[in-house]
């Protein structure tokens, strides 16, 4: 009963390739959020949309994008990976105006590695 | 701007004994805090809201504002309980409600 799902568990990269990671949610939550999270590091927050609008952080790299083809799909682009980008990446979901609004709903990440 | 601390990145405890993990967070409006908690192999997941004042897993955290802290406790931990526990500090903002994490601390139960 999977509620995040997050593919690939493990992506290999090469330095400066390309890369898209996935997360769908059959929660059908409007909001969807991207952590990073490095080594001993607190999750980071790196974007997140509400229904159709996307709110970049401040400190978001221009390197990461993000896509929402509709409510149950979610996707983290990265254009250009360095190495400082290998690191956990988490897919989370929440639903304003329920009861624990505020609850998010994680899936069990992505781990990016760069060569 | 927000931050959680947590000082410890390791505790380790005997079972039975009691537990405390420590947060303190630093925000200007009224704080949100919550503990998430992430076992082995599985998803960060909620383990409790200070709004509910609830008990989960023997678990507790008070809010204590006027040390802006909200330190996780159990008095007798069990070797179940070993995790990653995470404090979070939640606000709305740009529509959506946003969290803050702590770089967590493992609690590592021995039998």
């Known amino acids: 009963d999977a509620m995040v799902i997050q593919n690939p568990r493990y992506q290999v990269t090469q330095f400066g390739k390309p890369v898209t990671l996935s997360c769908s949610q059959t929660?059908?939550?409007?909001?969807m959020y991207w952590y990073q999270q490095k080594s001993s590091q607190a999750p980071k927050l790196l974007f997140h949309?509400?229904?159709?609008?996307?709110?970049n952080e401040a400190d978001t790299p221009d390197n990461f994008q993000s896509r929402r083809p509709n409510t149950s799909f979610c996707f983290l682009d990265i254009r250009s990976p360095g190495l400082g980008d290998a690191a956990m990446y988490l897919c989370?979901?929440?639903?304003?105006?329920?009861?624990?609004?505020?609850?998010?709903?994680f899936g069990p990440g992505t781990r990016l590695l760069v060569l | 701007a927000q931050r959680v601390t947590q000082p410890e990145k390791l505790l380790s405890v005997f079972k039975g004994a009691p537990v405390e993990l420590k947060c303190n967070y630093s925000?200007?409006?009224?704080?949100?805090l919550f503990w998430y908690v992430q076992y082995s192999r599985q998803r960060l997941q909620l383990l409790l809201r200070?709004?509910s004042r609830e008990s989960i897993k023997g678990f507790t955290a008070d809010l204590n504002k006027g040390e802006t802290s909200f330190h996780l406790k159990k008095p007798f931990a069990q070797e179940e309980d070993s995790a990653m526990y995470y404090c979070?500090?939640?606000?709305?903002?740009?529509?959506?409600?946003?969290?803050?994490f702590g770089k967590g601390t493992k609690l590592s139960v021995i039998p």
């Open positions: 979070a500090l939640g606000a709305s903002g740009a529509g959506s409600y946003q969290l803050t």
């Open positions: 929660l059908n939550h409007n909001v």
């Open positions: 925000y200007s409006g009224s704080p949100e």
């Open positions: 989370a979901t929440s639903r304003p105006g329920q009861t624990y609004q505020e609850t998010q709903y």
């Open positions: 949309y509400y229904d159709k609008d996307f709110n």
């Open positions: 200070h709004i």
